[in-house]
């Protein structure tokens, strides 16, 4: 127990240590922001992979799996690898090519100031939950065991190694502790928990799409993507390294599933009596009872990768959009310099409040994941994709999308939440879609009529 706490401190020293000697690369608020549009092919591929593998995929996603199944994860991983493949076939290269420092910037380009505050605010709001995710997890990591871009980049780098051989190793270990990895999927197989597809039923079906458009379209419009975009060498990268890391993301979201559900042959004891007070801690009681320690340590090793490059990009994704798209337009007279210490300090106080917000909430990792993308998927999604694809899309149609889809979506969050017929972000969605078309077209159309009446 002492030598795997001690691994704990030791490891989390040597990466805060890599971060800051990868800090001294940052000269500017563009280094800071984007890494100075510069990192190769394998190194960009490697921040989208670690940032996606976070806390949600190693505890959340596999609990979820395990007392759920497979329609239980439908949003992630199913929704949030598909994002980044959309990210990389629609939205990378048009998105690199406007050379912007966040997506905010984006958004005041398009449709003016207003716009750009209120979409960057709903960004910000959206982050809470995420990162909040990544805090309670570490939480819960040391309960079991008892700056920048330039850095975020480097760092992600090898904890995207650690988290593969680590994920593997154990997987390796488990499966031959129950028969195999036939002998567990057989099993998954016979007790329905792979069943993907809705009961065949309205209610049923509605909520499905719901859950997968959720991750899959609402983790679009968000910060640390679009930097991960914007700090590749080339649009081309850009594009590539976005779509192999949710193909990467794919394929390695599937290891903690199996992990966790192997404990129901392992150990069916310790998961009849977790599962319905807190499924998230069976894979780390797993780990910490029936693996060697060295296995224990390749485990929480590649845990805590997981959770500190997915922490370290979100932490620092709504303080850059923040400090970009709000406050500068305060204190326009601000200097690079100034602005470099300004992005810093909000670094700093929003960790502060993410913190606060994790230690008060009793939502699961998963739900506190899926949850923060609601809020962009009703308000930012639609303004973004019909800027770049609808050449009609206009201020007044992105003011009415914002306003119709978070306030349907909070009537219906508020009202009915999960017990009603339809899911609140899919009618935000759909009422953000209708308002971004007849706002457009209704204010073309305007110059039209008061022609004709001349």
């Not at 500068?328 to 106080?349: E, S, W």
């Amino acid at each position: 127990m002492n030598t795997l706490l001690w691994f704990v401190v030791l490891y989390w020293i040597i990466s805060v240590g890599i971060g800051i000697y990868a800090a001294r690369r940052v000269k500017n608020s563009k280094d800071f922001a984007v890494a100075g549009r510069a990192l190769p092919m394998y190194v960009v591929t490697a921040t989208v992979f670690a940032t996606w593998f976070g806390s949600e995929t190693v505890l959340g996603i596999s609990s979820t799996f395990v007392k759920e199944g497979l329609r239980g994860v439908i949003s992630d991983p199913f929704g949030s690898s598909l994002c980044l493949v959309l990210v990389g076939l629609f939205f990378a290269r048009p998105l690199y090519r406007m050379n912007l420092l966040t997506i905010g910037d984006f958004f005041r380009n398009k449709y003016g100031r207003t716009v750009e505050v209120l979409i960057t605010l709903c960004i910000v709001v959206s982050y809470l939950g995420w990162v909040a995710a990544q805090i309670k997890a570490l939480g819960l990591v040391f309960s079991v065991v008892s700056g920048g871009m330039w850095s975020v980049a480097i760092t992600d780098f090898l904890q995207m190694i650690i988290i593969v051989i680590g994920m593997l190793y154990i997987g390796w270990e488990v499966s031959g502790m129950t028969g195999g990895v036939g002998v567990v999927i057989q099993h998954a197989s016979d007790a329905g928990k792979l069943n993907l597809w809705p009961e065949p039923t309205g209610r049923e079906i509605l909520w499905f799409i719901a859950a997968w458009i959720t991750m899959m379209l609402g983790s679009i419009p968000q910060q640390d993507v679009f930097q991960r975009v914007a700090s590749s060498k080339n649009e081309k990268i850009a594009g590539n390294a976005s779509v192999l890391g949710g193909v990467l993301y794919f394929c390695f979201a599937f290891i903690p599933m199996f992990l966790a559900y192997s404990a129901t042959l392992i150990d069916p004891k310790m998961v009849s009596e977790l599962i319905d007070v807190d499924p998230q801690l069976i894979l780390p009681t797993l780990i910490m009872t029936q693996v060697p320690v060295f296995a224990q340590v390749m485990f929480f090793g590649a845990l805590l990768s997981a959770i500190k490059s997915c922490a370290s990009a979100t932490l620092l994704a709504p303080s850059v959009t923040f400090t970009e798209n709000i406050l500068k337009g305060m204190m326009p007279n601000q200097t690079d310099k100034q602005f470099l210490l300004t992005m810093r300090i909000v670094v700093v106080i929003f960790t502060v409040i993410v913190t606060s917000f994790a230690m008060n909430t009793e939502a699961s990792i998963f739900h506190m994941v899926e949850n923060a993308y609601k809020v962009t998927l009703v308000a930012a999604f639609v303004p973004l994709a019909f800027g770049l694809y609808w050449k009609r899309a206009t201020r007044q149609g992105a003011l009415t999308a914002i306003a119709l889809g978070l306030s349907s979506w909070l009537l219906l969050e508020i009202f009915s939440g999960e017990e009603g017929y339809w899911p609140p972000q899919l009618v935000g969605f759909l009422f953000s879609l209708g308002g971004m078309l007849v706002g457009s077209l209704l204010t073309q159309a305007q110059p039209r009529q008061a022609t004709v009446s001349h």
